[in-house]
């Protein structure tokens, strides 16, 4: 009798709790796994979601297409000389890098690097660059070579040129590769240029080697001017810089890891980051140059959090196609670089070559020269935005 009543009063409330217990772990369980199997619905729904080469356009013809008069291996051919800028008899220059500044009265200018094309690429980018500047009237080209850059400093020697504005609104050249990461300003965007400085690193803890190369020089460098007015700096180590400064020069505060060390990307070969930001976020392309392949980070800050977006480009794409259906293929294709305009990415520019880098040799029929191609950026920027809302909306039920 007593231990019948000990079972009723005791152990039975026990087994009740038990079971609550159990029977509400189960439901949260299976909440989650609902919200789980809701999740990769939505995941397989978006298979083979767009990447940033979905959205470069074809490139209007500027010029005649055409496969004689002019140097190249035949599967560049046809091909319009007045896109970009390029010594289309190669009579003078090999071109490469290069970023598109718009000026004050709707002319377009490329802050670029050439060399000789008596020299060999591989010679010509170590030892003979210049810096140097063309116009043209429209993003696209023809681009016209109007010269050096600040020939009286170093004989306008240096190497991964790029150009933009300041936040007073002067032309801003950077040099580095062959010389220590350097700044020319000028009040006018074909010049003259007068050197501004050696570009200052605060390494805050950080090693040399997130800053320079083994040379003890910058490299890849391209300086964004952020919507919150501070100057943003990547090089090739791919760590995130920060300029307090007005002074364009800096200094520059290493203030996040290296990008390129994201798991998604390849883990050696990559160089030539460029840095944009449109549709409220911030944009990386970083060339894997063995393949050819670009890739596309993405990050709302623009310091944390870094995304992989895919690729930006491959050499499997045919992005240097004409609004005619004509396809250039280029074997060599690095230094992307991009504009905008009025808050949207509209153009990317690129380096290339016919034939690979150690078969163009001097006074041959190989060069290299700047491509333009058109991009659908105000597609883009919405496209991203919702890529964004949806993988937050996403973030949200995984965590609930």
Not at 131 to 157: L, Q
Not at 298 to 318: C, E, L, T, V, Y
Request: a positive charge; glycine letters at 8%.
């Amino acid at each position: 009798m007593i231990k019948s009543k000990y079972i009723r009063s005791t152990i039975l409330p026990l087994l009740l709790v038990v079971s609550i217990v159990s029977h509400g772990q189960k439901k949260k369980e299976d909440i989650k796994q609902n919200r789980l199997t809701e999740f990769n619905k939505i995941k397989k729904k978006k298979k083979h979601p767009k990447t940033l080469v979905n959205f470069f356009k074809p490139m209007p013809i500027q010029a005649p297409l055409i496969s004689k008069g002019t140097w190249g291996e035949t599967y560049v051919f046809p091909r319009d000389t007045a896109n970009g800028l390029e010594d289309s008899k190669l009579e003078k220059w090999c071109y490469w890098d290069g970023k598109i500044v718009k000026d004050d009265i709707g002319k377009y200018h490329i802050y670029a690097s050439r060399w000789p094309q008596s020299v060999s690429h591989s010679q010509g980018w170590h030892v003979n660059s210049t810096a140097m500047h063309a116009i043209s009237d429209n993003p696209i080209g023809p681009y016209v070579d109007t010269g050096v850059v600040c020939p009286e400093y170093k004989e306008g020697k240096g190497h991964n040129v790029v150009g933009l504005r300041t936040k007073d609104g002067k032309y801003a050249v950077i040099k580095s590769s062959l010389i220590q990461g350097s700044i020319f300003l000028s009040d006018k965007p074909e010049g003259p240029f007068k050197f501004a400085g050696e570009i200052k690193v605060d390494l805050n803890g950080h090693s040399k080697n997130d800053a320079y190369l083994k040379s003890g020089r910058m490299d890849n460098v391209d300086i964004l001017l952020r919507p919150d007015g501070r100057y943003m700096l990547v090089g090739r180590p791919t760590v995130i810089m920060i300029s307090e400064s007005d002074d364009i020069t800096g200094p520059y505060k290493i203030i996040s890891d290296r990008v390129k060390n994201h798991p998604d990307l390849p883990k050696s070969k990559l160089e030539d980051p460029s840095i944009w930001y449109s549709g409220g976020m911030y944009h990386m392309v970083i060339n894997h140059h063995t393949t050819n392949t670009t890739y596309h980070m993405s990050s709302i800050d623009g310091i944390n959090d870094w995304k992989f977006r895919g690729i930006a480009f491959g050499q499997q794409h045919n992005i240097f196609k004409y609004t005619d259906g004509t396809v250039n293929k280029w074997t060599v294709i690095q230094r992307m670089t991009v504009y905008v305009e009025d808050g949207h990415p509209t153009h990317f520019i690129f380096s290339v070559i016919d034939t690979k880098k150690g078969e163009d040799r001097p006074n041959d029929q190989n060069g290299s020269k700047i491509v333009v191609v058109p991009f659908d950026g105000v597609a883009f920027d919405k496209h991203m935005q919702e890529l964004v809302k949806e993988e937050a909306k996403n973030k949200k039920i995984i965590k609930h």
